[in-house]
């Protein structure tokens, strides 16, 4: 089955860090870009950075950059987030996505930066 | 950054009537080396990740009905849903794929009148 699968997220305290993972199914992840898109809860679609498939090209929101890295692992079929200095707006459900055109998407593992 | 601006914020159509939904660009995102515009629509509905609909302006992704059509070029862009089903009740969101950071609009909540 073709499939993208959140992982990683639950409660943070301001300042804290999570990693993100995802990973990818039945399709060849090594050869897609892939992304971050993120919803706060009631909001729209914030797309957050976007990854090459082999790794060499990276790219991200400003309102993340500094604080996000996204990263991949290709052998384990797998996109990360790390995710550190995390603020009250970074509360979201977080999203992967495969290609340019975003045209899979995983159903979301949502994190919340509360005290 | 490119602001993607959608119209209207909600719209409410009967069963079987046309819905259209309209994007506006802040700048082109027509990319003139392969006439393409780096434009996709997205279904979101409750409790759901969002669904590819339309990418490359027009072309419908695998699986989607008919009744969805995207037209447009440049800054203004349109989805119609031809004959409104209930399934059809979601968040619409278009999409600019042009430039980083990418950017969607602010989304469009279609419900049935």
Known sequence: EVQL???????????GSLRLSCAASGFSFSTNWM???????????VWVSRIKSDGSITTYADSVKGRFTISRDNAKNTLYLQMNGLRAEDTAVY????????????????VTVAS | DIVMTQSPDSLAVSLGERATINCKSSQSVLYSSNNRNYLAWFQQRPGQPPKLLIYWTSSRASGVPDRFSGSGS????????????????????????YATPYTFGQGTKLEIK
């Open chain 1, 5 to 15: 699968v959140e992982s990683g997220g639950g409660l943070v305290q301001p300042g």
């Open chain 1, 35 to 45: 992304h971050w898109v993120r919803q706060a809860p009631g909001e729209g679609l």
């Open chain 1, 95 to 110: 999203y992967c996505a495969r290609d340019i055109d975003l045209s899979m998407w995983g159903q979301g593992t949502l």
């Open chain 2, 74 to 97: 440049g800054t203004d862009f349109t989805l119609t849903i031809s004959s409104l089903q209930a399934e059809d009740v979601a968040v619409y969101y278009c999409h600019q794929y």
